[in-house]
């Protein structure tokens, strides 16, 4: 008989059968405060329970808030922030500890890593990765674990690669990577032992490139998504999240 640990039924949670994930992050309010689409928070979520997503990001007040109690959508607890009020709002410090997560009913956590800042800020970085990461494997919780760099290269494609490894080596169940170029997708999904999400990003050009976008990185091999604004900022976030779903998990 094979033995099943909490990682993985987690995990079951937020992955298909498929291989993939459609993750709805509504973290930012901590970040920003109350931008476009996030003053309900419990609306929001209803509409992306509804919509079909397989997993919430949420700070520890929404999850423990607003987060409707529920089968069909995982919740996943962010442990990490630091607001625009701040001179440097992408370092980012640990503001919950999985312990916490769990204790709240999370399927998983998240934690956000930003490299390239410098040898100190990096090495920071690194460390308290590292520390989430055996609290997870103590927990059997599962880690997602969002990469961004600082950088200011026109191809960011190899710096994506390196810092989604870094993630993977590092902990990480899941990862979630800015696009790094269509040239780089396979090697994205290829080259990471673990499941890789593409960020939404910011929610500029039109809703249909967006789609045409994520349709070319799921047919890479990618392993799912991870949207915000595209979804919370959308007239209707449900609709936003089914059509999405479908691109993710093949009726798109």
């Given at each position: 008989?094979?033995?099943?640990?909490?990682?993985?039924?987690?995990?079951?949670?937020?992955?298909?059968?498929?291989?993939?994930?459609?993750?709805?992050?509504?973290?930012?309010?901590?970040?920003?405060?109350?931008?476009?689409?996030?003053?309900?928070?419990?609306?929001?979520?209803?509409?992306?329970?509804?919509?079909?997503?397989?997993?919430?990001?949420?700070?520890?007040?929404?999850?423990?808030?607003?987060?409707?109690?529920?089968?069909?959508?995982?919740?996943?607890?962010?442990?990490?922030?630091?607001?625009?009020?701040?001179?440097?709002?992408?370092?980012?410090?640990?503001?919950?500890?999985?312990?916490?997560?769990?204790?709240?009913?999370?399927?998983?956590?998240?934690?956000?890593?930003?490299?390239?800042?410098?040898?100190?800020?990096?090495?920071?970085?690194?460390?308290?990765?590292?520390?989430?990461?055996?609290?997870?494997?103590?927990?059997?919780?599962?880690?997602?674990?969002?990469?961004?760099?600082?950088?200011?290269?026109?191809?960011?494609?190899?710096?994506?690669?390196?810092?989604?490894?870094?993630?993977?080596?590092?902990?990480?169940?899941?990862?979630?990577?800015?696009?790094p170029g269509e040239q780089y997708l396979t090697d994205l999904a290829s080259q990471v032992?673990?499941?890789?999400?593409?960020?939404?990003?910011?929610?500029?050009?039109?809703?249909?490139?967006?789609?045409?976008?994520?349709?070319?990185?799921?047919?890479?091999?990618?392993?799912?998504?991870?949207?915000?604004?595209?979804?919370?900022?959308?007239?209707?976030?449900?609709?936003?999240?089914?059509?999405?779903?479908?691109?993710?998990?093949?009726?798109?």
């Amino acid at each position: 008989m094979t033995l099943v640990n909490g990682k993985q039924r987690r995990l079951r949670r937020l992955v298909g059968e498929d291989g993939r994930t459609l993750l709805v992050a509504l973290d930012h309010s901590v970040t920003t405060g109350v931008a476009g689409g996030l003053a309900n928070m419990g609306a929001v979520m209803r509409s992306v329970i509804s919509g079909g997503a397989d997993g919430i990001v949420a700070h520890r007040g929404s999850a423990a808030r607003e987060m409707p109690v529920q089968r069909d959508t995982a919740m996943i607890v962010h442990l990490s922030g630091n607001t625009a009020l701040s001179a440097q709002p992408e370092l980012k410090a640990t503001v919950c500890e999985p312990e916490t997560a769990a204790a709240l009913g999370a399927d998983a956590v998240s934690a956000h890593i930003t490299l390239g800042c410098g040898h100190r800020e990096d090495r920071d970085a690194l460390v308290g990765l590292g520390a989430i990461a055996r609290s997870c494997d103590r927990l059997g919780m599962p880690l997602l674990v969002m990469t961004y760099i600082r950088t200011e290269a026109a191809d960011i494609g190899p710096q994506v690669l390196h810092a989604s490894r870094i993630a993977a080596e590092l902990g990480a169940d899941i990862v979630k990577a800015a696009h790094p170029g269509e040239q780089y997708l396979t090697d994205l999904a290829s080259q990471v032992p673990v499941p890789v999400v593409i960020a939404g990003g910011a929610a500029d050009g039109t809703w249909e490139d967006f789609l045409s976008s994520a349709k070319n990185a799921i047919g890479a091999g990618i392993g799912g998504l991870c949207v915000g604004r595209w979804v919370f900022g959308s007239p209707d976030p449900a609709a936003a999240t089914a059509e999405l779903r479908g691109i993710v998990h093949g009726s798109g």
